[in-house]
C-alpha cells in the first residue's frame, strides 16, 4: 500500500465515523416545529456519554448539567461545597 492509498483509506474511515456519529446525534436532537432536527453540544455530549465505542471522546466532550456546566467542572465542586456548608 502506498501512502496516498493510505490516505484515502483514513479519509474514508473518518468519513464513515462521522457519518454514524452524527446520525447518532441527530437521532438524539430535538427536532423543532418544522420538523428540523437541531443538533446541540447536550445531544453530542450525551451520545459520547452513553457509547462506550465513544468514550475516548470523553475527555474533548464531557457532559454537561442542566445549568450548562460541564459536570466535573470545579465550578461545580466549589457550588456544591458551598451548598453543603450553607445547609449545615
Known sequence: MTSSDAIMLLSKCTEIF???F??????RAERSEAGKASIKYKD???VVAHDPCLEFLSDLIPQIDDNGDDK?????AKKARTS???AS
Open 18 to 20: 462521522m457519518l454514524g
Open 22 to 27: 452524527m446520525k447518532a446525534c441527530e437521532a
Open 44 to 46: 453530542v455530549a450525551r
Open 72 to 76: 466535573d467542572s470545579p465550578r461545580k
Open 84 to 86: 453543603s456548608k450553607d
